[in-house]
């Protein structure tokens, strides 16, 4: 039943709660097995996410960037205890490793901890009007009280933009806009502290996204609300976070302030990621650092540092020895021997 | 039920009629495409300017639906300069893809049509038009003088063929004349190279799911370029790809551009990629050219309160903003088309004379035209009002 566990011989110290954090993520690590051969027996693993470590304050939103095949999806997902047990780390929400929870304690924290998903057109039931798929979960975790539920359903579609009609549609009657109000509502229902975005704005166009990023910092702003921003689109990331985390392969390998990311990348990978930003403006000058070749294979990734087969400033030592986290200004931390001292 | 039917609601026998009359429609169409032995001259045409790769004239493009006519292309007129690059930017369902897909003759028939306007091609020393071109001519059209790169890569090649035998088909069934099979395998193989698959031997076997999305893109591309087409349509080519891999592939198709001096029209919501790429930009909405001018003039100096609305939608990075605009409201539904101005109803710049009907092109200055009433006092020399 329970899938073999790998133990990287823990080598993290586990960190403390600290009450000024939502979210405190340690040397997360998820592996996925790859079955081979006759009989299934485990080959190898897909080092999704391979030791991810970050805080998150209460009320602000980190963005988190990176190819795809990175493994931001599967980090979000590992925090929320979506994607079965984690193979190392550690998460605490609010204080409490969540991978030590019961199932009932776990049930209850669920209202807390939310995620709006990447497809509005897949991740609603079509089977389901719209009033119900918002609503289900309300009255599955008794949030209120059965003469209180309509009016709460309402007010949640009024802050969400949708009208109370909508309650009896269904889910291909709107557009992709309105869909993905309904995916927020659903979230939102639940009154959760935390929120992990994927992706919620890539399947829509540019016009649509605009509402989307205002109602969603609208939001945030009358609930103190948490968000992980996961998105790929650099500029919608800048917009919206507070602190940005850049993915690299299953690492983290930069996180900071927005400010301290943007105005000066350190790490040869989000350089180059952000160098390929296309800017709109015909007059810009462009500095592009191309990367050659792509991604390499999460299930044999290359030895020392994941990014040296793409690296510009790659030496001897990045392809024997992983680097470690390291703080280079305050609260501005990137993994790169470049930046030993 | 009272405010079902007033929003659109169809009684059978309503939607029966519908489709009838929709059958009589399509099949004249249909009927007349595919005549054998057209002769040329009714497809033989004569270019507006022999510099101009593609020129779209007045073209609508309509979709004969169960539930009434979609107006997609209502009147699309712009021009591909030779060794330019186009930009066609505007919202999903705005009509870019059909429009190029008229270009190609791809359309979803027999429903979508081609009701009126032309579509020149230059053929070096004659011009024909490819809204009359029927059937079998087209065949030697596509592929040789105009060709696709389509958005999604993951889908657009076939996964039971190994690489190389897609990409010999293509050669094979154009150039095919008189090549052995090791010419033709030669040939896929200095293409791979060409857009800059270094394993160009072991790619040639290898099947599309083996490959990333970049590399699958770089395929597409080298199909297409296959015959070294006059023209080359990218529909969306890096939506599906990452800002890095999308780097890789702008570089890649403004170098090839420029090897076989060919033109692109280049299909875009991402208006950082346009001004990338692109020498003229066209904004289309709701089936319509609202605005078009050089790179220059539309990013520098946007007219149309559309064109304004995009920019200020799109967050930029390094400009902090508190708050992103939004333009309001929604498209029309293509089905019920007002008869004033497509964007009046979602504007914020209105004038008196938005009540009117349509506005046509203002000229503002040699290359950029805009189609709205608050630049008609401004400059009169442009259309007839």
């Known amino acids: ?341 | 039920m009272a405010k079902k039917k007033a929003e659109g609601y169809l009684s059978g026998r309503e939607a029966r009629r519908i489709a009838k009359e929709n059958r009589r429609i399509t099949n004249a169409f249909e009927k007349k495409r595919k005549r054998k032995n057209v002769p040329e001259s009714e497809y033989l045409t004569q270019m507006a300017n022999p510099d101009n790769a593609v020129e779209f004239d007045n073209l609508h493009t309509y979709f004969y639906t169960d539930a009434g006519v979609v107006k997609s292309v209502d009147g699309v007129s712009f021009e591909v300069p030779i060794g330019k690059t186009v930009g066609v930017v505007g919202e999903s369902g705005c009509g870019k893809s059909v429009t190029s897909l008229s270009l190609m003759q791809l359309l979803q028939r027999p429903q979508g049509q081609v009701v009126e306007g032309e579509i020149r091609l230059n053929m070096g020393d004659k011009a024909y038009d490819m809204t009359k071109m029927p059937n079998e001519q087209m065949q030697k059209i596509r592929g040789n003088y105009v060709s696709m790169i389509f958005q999604e890569p993951m889908t657009s090649l076939n996964p039971v063929f190994r690489i190389g035998e897609q990409v010999d088909e293509v050669i094979a069934l154009h150039h095919g004349e008189g090549k052995t099979k090791e010419d033709i395998k030669a040939r896929t193989i200095e293409l791979l190279e060409m857009v800059g698959i270094a394993n160009s031997q072991g790619v040639y076997r290898m099947y599309p799911h083996e490959l990333s999305g970049g590399m699958r893109q770089r395929v597409c591309i080298a199909m297409a370029l296959a015959c070294s087409p006059k023209v080359i349509i990218a529909d969306e080519p890096t939506t599906a790809l990452d800002v890095t891999i999308q780097a890789q592939v702008l570089d890649l198709l403004r170098n090839l551009k420029d090897k076989i001096n060919s033109s692109i029209m280049f299909i875009t919501h991402d208006l950082g990629v346009i001004a990338e790429m692109a020498d003229y930009v066209v904004v289309m909405y709701a089936g319509r050219v609202v605005e078009k001018g050089t790179v220059h003039e539309i990013f520098s100096n946007p007219a149309h309160p559309y064109t304004i609305g995009l920019m200020a939608s799109k967050p930029v990075v390094g400009k902090q903003v508190d708050k992103l605009y939004s333009i309001p409201g929604k498209v029309p539904n293509p089905i019920d088309m007002p008869n004033y101005c497509y964007f009046k109803d979602r504007c914020e710049m209105c004038v008196k004379g938005c009540e009117g009907e349509y506005p046509t092109q203002v000229q503002l200055s040699d290359t950029h035209f805009v189609s709205c009433y608050r630049y008609y006092d401004k400059k009169n020399q442009g259309g007839e009002v």
């Open chain 1, 1 to 341: 039943m329970a899938s073999k566990k790998v133990r990287t011989q823990g080598d993290f110290t586990p960190v403390e709660y600290d009450p000024q954090y939502i979210l405190q993520v340690n040397h997360l690590k998820k592996y996925f097995p790859i079955k081979g051969g006759m009989v299934g027996k485990t080959v190898g693993h897909v080092k999704a996410v391979d030791g991810v470590t970050f805080n998150l304050k209460r009320g602000t939103t980190m963005g988190l960037v990176g190819e795809s095949g990175c493994g931001k999806t599967t980090t979000g997902r590992t925090i929320l205890r979506l994607a079965g047990e984690k193979t190392d780390g550690q998460v605490l929400f609010n204080g409490q490793e969540i991978y030590d929870m019961n199932p009932k304690e776990m049930r209850a924290l669920r209202t807390k901890m939310q995620i709006i998903f990447q497809d509005p057109f897949s991740s609603l039931s079509p089977r389901l009007p719209v009033g119900e798929i918002i609503g289900e979960a309300v009255r599955e975790h008794k949030l209120v009280s059965k003469a209180e539920y309509n009016d709460y359903i309402d007010k949640v579609m009024d802050n969400c933009g949708l009208q109370p009609f909508h309650k009896a549609r269904y889910p291909h009657e709107f557009s992709g806009g309105q869909r993905q109000r309904i995916c927020i509502a659903r979230a939102l229902a639940l009154n959760p502290e935390f929120v992990v975005c994927d992706e919620p704005v890539s399947a829509l166009d540019v016009s649509i996204q605009a509402q989307i990023i205002n109602l969603l910092k609208d939001l945030q702003d009358q609930y103190n609300l948490t968000y992980l921003f996961i998105s790929h689109d650099l500029s919608v990331v800048e917009h919206i976070s507070d602190s940005v985390g850049v993915m690299y392969l299953g690492n983290l390998v930069e996180y900071g302030d927005t400010v301290d990311i943007f105005r000066n990348p350190l790490h040869p990978y989000t350089k180059a990621l952000f160098s390929a930003i296309p800017v709109p403006d015909p007059n810009a000058k462009m500095n592009r650092i191309v990367l050659e070749g792509s991604i390499p294979s999460p299930a044999n990734p290359p030895s020392g540092c994941k990014f040296h087969t793409r690296c510009p400033y790659a030496t001897e030592r990045c392809k024997v020895e992983a680097p470690c986290q390291r703080e280079v200004e305050p609260g501005h931390y990137v993994v790169c021997h470049l930046f030993d001292k």
